[in-house]
């Protein structure tokens, strides 16, 4: 990470493009290439089956934007890129999502992420004990975040289901 610290905005942008880019393609190719030795399995029947159709038709129409929003998560990309791939998803669709997402996710940690991880780098270096309280509070307040979230969701379905 030091060394994409130290380049500037263009090139930093630019070689951050080109991993993300690389790592989609491969995950995509990945999901196509399970799918493609599923078929030749006994499993293959499962694909053709009404549920399976209607889902890889759902992927193939809404699926672009599942990957265009999947970079603006963390842990996401991965399963969504992985999805598309595996409901073979036309190239003509999911290439111009996946290059919108890379540009999104490029800029991001272009700029805000890497300026996030110097700052902490630069705590770190002065106060390892204050670098080490400031990851157990990010976490910690993640953690409260989804607890409330899916407290929320329990309570609703609770009324709903009352209603």
Do not use: C
Request: aromatic share 8%; net charge positive; proline share 4%.
């Amino acid at each position: 990470m030091d060394a994409f610290l130290e380049l500037p905005f263009g090139l930093a942008f630019a070689a951050l493009f080109a991993i993300v880019m690389i790592r989609v393609n491969v995950t995509y190719w990945i999901g196509r290439g399970a799918a493609a030795g599923v078929e030749r399995t006994r499993l293959s029947g499962a694909l053709h089956r009404p549920k399976a159709v209607r889902a890889q038709a759902l992927i193939q129409r809404w699926g672009p934007y599942a990957v265009v929003l999947s970079f603006l998560t963390i842990g996401l990309q991965t399963a969504v890129n992985l999805a598309a791939g595996a409901a073979r998803m036309p190239l003509r669709r999911y290439l111009p999502a996946a290059i919108a997402g890379s540009i999104i996710w490029a800029l991001l940690y272009a700029t805000i992420g890497l300026a996030a991880i110097e700052s902490w780098l630069a705590i770190a270096a002065a106060s390892p004990a204050a670098a080490i309280a400031i990851g157990v509070l990010v976490i910690g307040a993640l953690v409260w975040i989804l607890l409330v979230r899916r407290r929320r969701r329990t309570l609703k379905s609770s009324v709903d289901s009352l209603v």
